[in-house]
């Protein structure tokens, strides 16, 4: 099984403040790697699917990169709307496995 | 548009069975990858099984041989079969749209809660 690991868990941040997010896979995965965005009481959405295309309608401050082990999910000058938990999630292999998600609050 | 809606969650008692069941709009649940994924209260999530548009189907080994994914063409609707359930399955389960195996659409969830 694929384990992904993700840092930080927590991250207080103001807006317009840049955020990274970092995923880190326990083998190589090319580029299976999407992010997902879930807001409370709300089911998840996806952001970015194979590291780093948007999906249609994310807005662009929103980016991925990375390949192979090392991913990172970057929000470009944050907005209150980002307070939300993101998970990265691999489709290299089954089981299918998800990060265990970085909580975003809004300072 | 697509869309998802999950319904058929509820309180049932360990070994129980259950069948959710999630009908979709906007696409052909045939022709397409479809998946479940659920997550336990207050935790992440976990993705439970997929169905290919040809029929295979796989599951994570927490569920094997007690969850079946299925799905009626006719309704265009998507079902997830459980038996045997235990407290642990106790989650929200979503179903979504899994183009070669991620997730570009989900439903809003139905809760199943495993307890006596």
């Known amino acids: 099984e694929i384990v992904l690991t993700q840092s930080p868990d927590f991250q207080s941040v103001t807006p317009k403040e840049k955020v990274t997010i970092t995923c880190r896979a326990s083998?190589?995965?090319?580029?299976?790697l999407h992010w997902y965005q879930q807001k409370p009481d709300q089911s998840p959405k996806l952001l970015i699917k194979?590291?780093?295309q948007s999906f249609s309608g994310v807005p662009s401050r929103f980016s991925g990169s990375g390949s192979g082990t090392d991913f990172t999910l970057t929000i470009n000058s944050l907005e209150a709307e980002d307070a939300a938990t993101y998970y990265c999630?691999?489709?290299?292999?089954?089981?299918?496995?998800f990060g265990g998600g970085t909580k975003v609050e809004i300072k | 548009e697509v869309q998802l809606a999950e319904s058929g969650g509820g309180l049932i008692q360990p070994g129980g069975s259950l069948r959710l069941s999630c009908a979709a709009s906007g696409f052909i649940v045939s022709s397409s990858y479809m998946s479940w994924v659920r997550q336990a209260p207050g935790k992440g999530l976990e993705w439970v099984a997929v169905i290919y548009s040809g029929g295979s189907t796989y599951y994570a080994d927490s569920v094997k041989g007690r969850f079946t994914i299925s799905r009626d063409d006719s309704k265009n609707t998507l079902f997830l079969q459980m038996n045997s359930l235990r407290a642990e399955d106790t989650a929200v389960y979503y179903c979504?749209?899994?183009?070669?195996?991620?997730?570009?659409?989900w439903g809003q969830g139905t809760l199943v809660t495993v307890s006596s």
């Open positions: 083998q190589s995965i090319g580029s299976s």
């Open positions: 999630h691999q489709s290299s292999s089954f089981p299918l496995t």
């Open positions: 194979y590291a780093s």
């Open positions: 979504a749209r899994a183009p070669w195996n991620y997730f570009d659409y």
